[in-house]
């Protein structure tokens, strides 16, 4: 069996039991519509519904829909324009074309038609997408299970996202090329986008390139063509896509100056050693207290704080460098649903302390989860950490040196398996 047939049989009955313990006999899913900006005649880079791509490798395909009834093979509501303004949508073409009931509309109105009663129907989209009676209801209950359950990746999948990984990792080292020959954050990423084979507008996030200081703002959002006097840093959280499915890496460079690159080896090291931790059973909870100890180690060790790092963790002192969460689970989006969650949705409580933690499930095989440990020297929460009574254990010369280098962050995506992890990220890498 070819993976694709196996991965529409694995959603196939994920979808039959949601819709019984919901209480509807019809799937309906939309692909969702190009929107437009206010008050203007320009749309937004279109994105298209999750739970559309999840049956389907279709991302640019607003208007379409699938429909899915047990017993029935998926019907798929393919809408190609006649249309001399854009490119239309080519005729269906794929592995998975001889396993839908395809219909080919020409008009978005013309969808309903071939949809299932809406009456007895869940039907999953945003609420722009409505087409005659089909109106998305986005039933609570089937959303949670259908969530929970993309965590665990088919083989399939695992093929998207590792060639994914293969874009990404081609951008990261043009983008290393271009930070040693001294570019702008807007020429790195330029760099990035060449070699990933992507434009701006079809990444899966915006990506992060942050040049010196630039690297303590965890999202920093801008990309300045202005060359810095002194390139110092680089922290680059960049990604790619392939068939719908994100990659999310982050890579962070020196320019020799010691402290600062004994940091980036020291958050490399513990990073690879978390990554080897990703194994079925582990809480990803207990996980993120153990980043927040092995930072606090590096800390301690490289001689910035004083201080034992159990103490770090509970006086929320390593909170100020290690700010953020260990890391998300991926897939279909780069921060995937149903990361603290179950099956009913029921929240999966966070560790206190610690609000950004974007994962709370114990992982189990299928799992495809990020990685990301950091170290940073954000100016306000070391301000704050001035005024405490920790301030005495901080090493503020130290911190000082390293402030114009904005931060360390390193990512890997990393599959849980029955046995060893694997990481994808780095796999990717070696095959370069």
Not at 137 to 153: F, G, I, M, V
Not at 320 to 338: E, R
Request: proline letters at 7%; aromatic letters at 10%.
């Amino acid at each position: 069996m070819n993976s694709y047939k196996q991965h529409l049989e694995t959603i196939t009955g994920i979808a039959q039991t949601a819709l019984v313990r919901s209480g509807y006999d019809h799937l309906v899913i939309a692909a969702g519509i190009e929107k437009l900006r206010f008050l203007d005649d320009c749309t937004y880079p279109f994105k298209a519904n999750p739970q559309f791509k999840y049956w389907l490798p279709l991302c640019q395909h607003p208007n379409s829909w699938i429909a899915f009834t047990p017993g029935k093979k998926p019907l798929l509501v393919y809408f190609q324009p006649d249309d001399y303004w854009h490119v239309p949508p080519s005729a269906p073409q794929g592995e998975w074309v001889e396993h839908f009931d395809i219909r080919i509309i020409g008009d978005a109105s013309e969808a309903a038609k071939h949809l299932p009663d809406p009456a007895r129907s869940a039907i999953i989209g945003e609420a722009e997408a409505a087409v005659g009676t089909i109106i998305p209801n986005n039933p609570a209950d089937l959303l949670a299970y259908l969530h929970y359950h993309r965590a665990y990746k088919t083989p399939y999948e695992m093929e998207q996202m590792r060639k994914a990984q293969a874009k990404a990792v081609r951008g990261h080292a043009a983008a290393e090329q271009a930070f040693r020959a001294g570019g702008s954050e807007a020429e790195i990423n330029a760099a990035f986008l060449a070699g990933a084979g992507h434009t701006d507008s079809d990444v899966p996030y915006n990506n992060i390139v942050a040049l010196n200081e630039n690297g303590a703002t965890l999202h920093y959002q801008y990309k300045s063509f202005k060359k810095p006097a002194h390139q110092r840093s680089l922290l680059i959280d960049a990604g790619a896509e392939y068939n719908g499915y994100a990659a999310d890496i982050t890579r962070t460079y020196g320019n020799g100056f010691e402290l600062y690159e004994q940091l980036i080896a020291a958050v490399d090291s513990e990073q690879q050693a978390l990554c080897a931790q990703v194994r079925s059973g582990t809480d990803y909870r207990d996980l993120h207290l153990q980043a927040h100890l092995r930072l606090g180690g590096v800390l301690r060790d490289l001689g910035i704080v004083d201080m034992d790092p159990g103490s770090m963790l509970e006086k929320g002192v390593s909170s100020v460098f290690y700010p953020h969460g260990l890391g998300h689970p991926i897939g279909l989006q780069v921060h995937d649903v149903a990361g603290f969650s179950d099956e009913n949705g029921m929240l999966i409580p966070r560790p206190d302390g610690h609000p950004f933690l974007r994962m709370t499930r114990t992982l189990a095989p299928g799992m495809v989860v990020t990685i990301e440990p950091g170290i940073y020297f954000i100016p306000m929460l070391l301000a704050d950490l001035k005024n405490r009574p920790e301030a005495k254990v901080v090493n503020w010369a130290k911190v000082e040196q390293l402030m114009p280098y904005g931060g360390v962050r390193i990512e890997d995506e990393v599959h849980c398996t029955e046995d060893e992890p694997e990481n994808i990220s780095r796999d990717a890498f070696a095959a370069l």
